[in-house]
């Protein structure tokens, strides 16, 4: 599978979500779509990162966003990061697949510790106007990520200015 660019269909993206239902992307009733990609339940970072999407999910719906978090972590895992941390309305999915990595260009860890799933996407924050990719903030690491306000500026930017897709792999 090759990588997909900005401004490309990324085609119906399905998730599954921790409350039984599935999330699909070109079902989505608003123009823009943030996938929040985590590493999972063994990270306290991403557990900071989605506790602060959670006092901000209002204010993306409110600017036409629709946002849903997703790891590459069992159900049972995924619920139970929903659970302890807490998370309220945040969506949460489970079961990513490597082929998504791959596609939106997500780096893939193994586990250093027992306390890791074998195998784990690095954090990342999709966006989506309809079912084309238009950018993403992709990590290599669990540290530094993007402060949600940030990334809801910047996207009410490229609302207002019909700011183009941009980038292409060199």
């Known amino acids: 599978m090759s990588r997909i660019t900005p401004g490309q269909?990324?085609?119906n993206i399905s998730l599954n979500l921790i409350n039984g239902t599935q999330w699909q992307l070109a079902r989505q009733n608003h123009d823009w779509t943030i996938i929040v990609a985590?590493?999972?339940l063994h990270c306290p970072v991403c557990k900071s990162q989605l506790q602060d999407l959670k006092t901000v999910l209002q204010d993306f719906a409110d600017a036409g966003i629709g946002v849903?978090?997703?790891s590459m972590d069992t159900e049972e895992r995924a619920s139970k990061?929903?659970?302890d941390w807490e998370l309220g309305s945040v969506p949460v999915a489970y079961g990513l697949e490597k082929d998504f990595a791959e596609k939106f260009g997500?780096?893939?860890s193994d586990a250093?510790?027992?306390?890791?799933?074998?195998?784990f996407s690095e954090p990342a924050i999709l966006l989506f106007k309809g079912t084309t990719f238009y950018a993403g903030w992709i990590q290599t690491i669990p540290f530094a990520r993007p402060h949600f306000e940030d990334v809801l500026k910047g996207v009410k930017f490229i609302q207002k200015e019909d700011y183009p897709p941009r980038g292409k792999l060199g």
Do not use: C, F, Q, T
């Open 112 to 119: 250093i510790s027992d306390k890791e799933p074998d195998v």
């Open 106 to 108: 997500l780096y893939v």
């Open 38 to 40: 985590y590493r999972g």
């Open 9 to 11: 269909d990324a085609g």
């Open 68 to 70: 849903v978090s997703a």
């Open 81 to 83: 990061s929903h659970e």
